[in-house]
């Protein structure tokens, strides 16, 4: 059973356009999440994370938006590089803090010249 | 600083045998969590430790134990191996372990089952 589910496993987009990456979670306990973005051969690098309260966050080119009625978040990434390609992970956790992150199975993002 | 670091970076071994894993978290970290990453599955949480302690177990088998030292240095154990333990295990720390840490991964040992 997934509880975070990234149900894009690829995407391509052309530099300079804006990328969306899309997450659905299915536990209402969760009150964190967190975006990671993984190069291979490397462990996952942390982005950028949003605690429930709040339904946007900001840092640089990157945004997260979470919709916590629907039980959605999405990563925004404006303008796209070349740089950027790579496999994005969003995660979730529960309060305590002694909870593992959840992840899902990850989006390849592409980003065309 | 440094990051943390993993070792060994690639491991293959046989159905039955053992492997035991090591971690260094960044410096001044306490918590040490261990992920598993298969391409089917995606990234699984494994065990976290603070403070020498286990404070949280996912959803895996007995056959896979960690243990924590006072340097904070963490050690994970597959006894038994089988073909299905073949992944790319991930340590990453955190300076507490809460809630809103994020936390930071090492590159990961690569292990093969054969």
């Known amino acids: 059973d997934q509880q975070v589910k990234q149900n894009s496993p690829s995407l391509s987009v052309q530099e300079g356009r804006i990328s969306i990456l899309n997450c659905d979670y299915t536990?209402?306990?969760?009150?964190?999440f967190l975006w990671y973005k993984k190069y291979p051969a490397e462990g996952p690098t942390f982005l950028i994370s949003?605690?429930?309260?709040?339904d946007k966050n900001e840092d640089g080119r990157f945004t997260v938006f979470l919709n916590k009625s629907a039980k959605h978040l999405s990563l925004h990434i404006v303008p796209s590089q070349p740089g950027d390609s790579a496999v994005y992970f969003c995660?979730?956790?529960?309060?305590?803090?002694?909870?593992?992150?959840?992840f899902g199975k990850g989006t390849h993002l592409i980003i065309q010249p | 600083k440094a990051g943390v670091t993993q070792t060994p970076r690639y491991l293959i071994k046989t159905r039955g045998q053992q492997v035991t894993l090591s971690c260094s978290p960044i410096?001044?970290?306490?918590?040490v969590s261990w992920y598993q990453q298969t391409p089917g599955q995606g990234l699984q949480f494994l065990f976290e430790?603070?403070?020498?302690?286990?404070?949280n177990k996912g959803n895996f088998p007995g056959r896979f134990s960690g243990r924590q030292f006072s340097n904070s240095r963490s050690e994970m154990n597959v006894s038994t191996l089988e073909l299905g333990d073949s992944a790319l295990y991930l340590c990453?720390?955190?300076?507490?372990?809460?809630?809103?840490?994020?936390?930071?991964f090492g590159s990961g040992t690569q292990l093969s089952v054969l």
């Open positions: 990453a720390s955190s300076l507490r372990g809460s809630a809103n840490e994020k936390l930071f």
């Open positions: 536990n209402s306990m969760f009150d964190y």
């Open positions: 949003i605690s429930s309260i709040k």
């Open positions: 995660a979730a956790k529960s309060g305590g803090g002694a909870d593992g992150l959840t």
């Open positions: 410096s001044g970290h306490r918590s």
């Open positions: 430790y603070f403070s020498e302690t286990q404070r």
